[in-house]
C-alpha cells in the first residue's frame, strides 16, 4: 500500500482527443499556493481501462486476452534543453573544470565543478529552488536524462561541498574566455551597451552570516521574505545579449558611478 502525504493528490482524469476519452493517472502537489499537476501516467482509452478493472474482479478474469496497460512519466524538457544545449555548444562545463580544481577524493562525486554550477543555472533560469529541493525538481525535468546523478549527489552538501571550490581569482579567466565565446557565437560588436538592474531572489539562510552580499529588498516576484542579490549586466543594443554581469548588496539600488564598472568591462573584452 502506498501512503501520500497531505500535499500529495493522487487523482484518476479524463482528456477527450478527437472525440474520444482517454484516462490519465495524475499527482497533484501545492506549488507556490496552487495545485499542481507534478507527474503523469497515460493508461488507456476509458472504456478499455474500465473494462479490464471488471475483467480483474470476475472471478475467472481472462487478462491474457486483454491488451496490456503502458504508462508515460511526464518531463519539462523545453527550457531545460534549451539552455543546456546553449551551455553544450558553448563548453561551459569545460570551461569552468578548466579553471576550478576538483573536489577532494573523499567529497568527490560523478559531477563535477562545472556539473554543478551549470545544473544551478539552469535551475535559476527555468524554476527556482532551493538546493534542498533541487533534487525533487531535477527529476521532474529532461536533465535527469541528460545529467545522470543520484538524490545523493543532489543534495545541498554536494552542492556546497563543489560551488565552495570556486573562488574569486576564478572568475576572471573564466569571464573573459565565456565572453569571447559568446562574441563569436552570436556575433557581438563593442560600439553600445545599455545597462540593467534586476534583483535575483537567493534561498540563503537568514542568519547565514558567511556571505555579506544577499540582503533583504524588492523584487518583482514578491518573494521579500528572502535575501536577495542585485544583477547588473551590460548588454547591447541591437540583440541584447549580455556582455558583462556584476553582482552587488541589492540595497544599493540603480544609482552608483558607473565608471569604475564601465572600465572593468573594458578590461574583461
Sequence with gaps: MICYPSTIMPSLITKWKKGRPYLYWVRSAWRNGHSRIVEQRYLGPRDRVIEQLRAQGTASPHTEALPPLHTVQTREFGAAALFYSLAQELGLIELIDAHVPPAPPQRRTSLSV????????????????????????Y??????????????????QRFWDHMHLFAPEHFAPIQRELLHRIQQRFGLGEQFLVYDTPNYYTFMHTFNSRPSLPQRGKN????????????????????????????????????????????LWCMAT
Design 220 to 263: 518583482k516576484q514578491k518573494r521579500t521574505d528572502l535575501r536577495q542579490l542585485s544583477l547588473r549586466p551590460s548588454k547591447k543594443v541591437e540583440k541584447g545579449s549580455i556582455f558583462l554581469p556584476r553582482i552587488w548588496a541589492s540595497p544599493l539600488g540603480a544609482h552608483f558611478d558607473f565608471g569604475p564598472h564601465l572600465l
Design 114 to 137: 562545472g556539473h554543478y554550477l551549470v545544473l544551478a543555472a539552469l535551475n535559476r533560469v527555468v524554476w527556482p529552488k532551493s538546493k534542498r529541493a533541487f533534487a525533487e525538481w
Design 139 to 156: 527529476q521532474d525535468t529532461v536533465l535527469a536524462r541528460l545529467v545522470p546523478a543520484s538524490r545523493d549527489e543532489l543534495s545541498s
